[in-house]
């Protein structure tokens, strides 16, 4: 059956970096686009970035060239390399991967917090 699992979350100071992976089992994900959420206590569930075929990434905004999606389709895994963190960037981070007909599986999350 199909598992994703984050790992990479940490304890950083503002300015540090940390990258998550997200790791598919089950099936090969190259032609599904894989999503990084991520919440926030007390907050809605987010968008972060996102990872399609072809290297094709979109991302949130507030993190644009602090944060790089990518994927290794050998590994079936995508990384979320995170820089320049922020205490705003504290939350658990999600990694989600969808299916054209609009399955999704889940990620159980990973905790990121940034704090001095």
């Known amino acids: 059956h199909v598992q994703v699992v984050e790992s990479g979350g940490g304890l950083v100071q503002p300015g540090g970096s940390l990258k998550l992976s997200c790791a598919v089992s089950?099936?090969?994900?190259?032609?599904?686009?894989m999503v990084w959420y991520r919440q926030a206590p007390g907050k809605e569930r987010e968008f972060v970035a996102d990872?399609?075929?072809?290297?094709?990434?979109t991302y949130l905004e507030s993190v644009k060239g602090r944060f790089t999606v990518s994927r290794n389709e050998f590994k079936n895994t995508v990384y979320l390399q995170m820089n320049n963190l922020k205490p705003e960037d504290t939350a658990v981070y999600y990694c989600?991967?969808?299916?054209?007909?609009?399955?999704?599986?889940w990620g159980q999350g990973t905790q990121v917090t940034i704090s001095s």
């Open positions: 089950g099936i090969q994900f190259r032609e599904n686009i």
């Open positions: 989600k991967l969808s299916f054209a007909d609009g399955r999704a599986f």
């Open positions: 990872s399609a075929p072809g290297d094709h990434a």
